[in-house]
């Protein structure tokens, strides 16, 4: 597990991300800096991806999408959550312009909220606090 600062890591290395018991040994996340995405894999195969514009002290999420063929299973939720936490571990702010990455900051934002400036927040139609 690489959970360390981006400065800390080299540039265009992916990294994986687990985060306690939640992802199976079948089911990875990863941050592919190369392409500007987070990817979650099921046992080797892309099954979806997070794609974000990377900024000093931001990051800009603009689309989230799953494999028709990985559907149903939750993988959005877990790629999405995992690369908020990994997020917050590089100290970023996070504008969530992606639909999907504002409905799980919206669903739990005791979790996620302050990831997003407060200043900017209207804008994703979040709550101010």
Do not use: W
Not at 27 to 39: F, K, L, M
Not at 74 to 79: E, F, H, I, P, Y
Not at 87 to 107: D, E, K, N, T, W
Request: glycine share 6%; charged share 20%.
């Amino acid at each position: 597990m690489d959970l360390a600062p981006a400065s800390a890591r080299p540039a265009g290395v992916a990294h994986e991300i687990r985060r306690g018991n939640e992802v199976s040994d079948a089911v990875t996340v990863q941050d592919n800096p190369a392409e500007s995405r987070y990817e979650i894999h099921d046992d080797g195969q892309l099954a979806g991806f997070a794609a974000y514009e990377l900024s000093p002290g931001h990051i800009a999420f603009t689309h989230t999408e799953t494999e028709p063929a990985f559907a149903g299973r939750g993988l959005a939720k877990q790629l999405v959550t995992q690369a908020l936490d990994d997020v917050r571990s590089r100290g970023l702010a996070v504008l969530p312009f992606c639909p999907y990455v504002q409905s799980v900051i919206a669903r739990k934002p005791e979790l996620y909220l302050d990831l997003v400036p407060a200043e900017g927040r209207a804008r994703f139609q979040l709550p101010a606090t």
